[in-house]
C-alpha cells in the first residue's frame, strides 16, 4: 500500500551534516507515524526518531536528541530527518518506515511498522 524509498545518505565528517529524505508513493503519510531507525553491523535495528500521525510531533532518541529534526515536508509526500554534529557512533544504514500506530511504545519498536523503505548508507569519518 505504501513505497518507501531514502535517499541522502553519503560520508561526512565528524561534525558535519546530511539531510536524509524519505519518498513515498500510495497513501499520504498524513495517515501514517512515519519513523527514521539505523542499524550498525552486528546491532539490532535501533529507534532514531519518529513523527507520530495524530499530532506530528516529533519524539527523538536520547543518542541523537538536540541534533537530529525529523520534519514533513508541506508541499511534497516526504519526511526528512536533518542530522548536525555527526558522530563516528552514527554510522550505520538508516530506514525509514511507516505505521499506524500512534503510540510512543509502538513507535519505538521496528515490528509495530507496517512500511519499510531499502536504507541509505550513513558513514561518519573521524
Known amino acids: 500500500q505504501v513505497q518507501l524509498v531514502e535517499s541522502g545518505g553519503g560520508l561526512v565528517q565528524a561534525g558535519g551534516s546530511l539531510r536524509l529524505s524519505c519518498a513515498a508513493s500510495g497513501r499520504t503519510f498524513s495517515s501514517y507515524s512515519v519513523g527514521w531507525f539505523r542499524q550498525a553491523p552486528q546491532n539490532e535495528r535501533e529507534f532514531v526518531a519518529v513523527?507520530?500521525?495524530?499530532?506530528?510531533?516529533?519524539y527523538y532518541a536520547d543518542s541523537v536528541k538536540d541534533r537530529f529534526t525529523i520534519s514533513r515536508d508541506s508541499t511534497k509526500n516526504t519526511v526528512w530527518l536533518q542530522m548536525n554534529s555527526l558522530k563516528p557512533e552514527d554510522t550505520a544504514v538508516y530506514y525509514c518506515a511507516a505505521g499506524s500506530s500512534s503510540w510512543y511504545e509502538n513507535l519505538v519498536r521496528p515490528w509495530n511498522y507496517d512500511y519499510w523503505g531499502q536504507g541509505t548508507q550513513v558513514t561518519v569519518s573521524s
Open positions: 513523527s507520530r500521525k495524530t499530532d506530528g510531533s516529533a
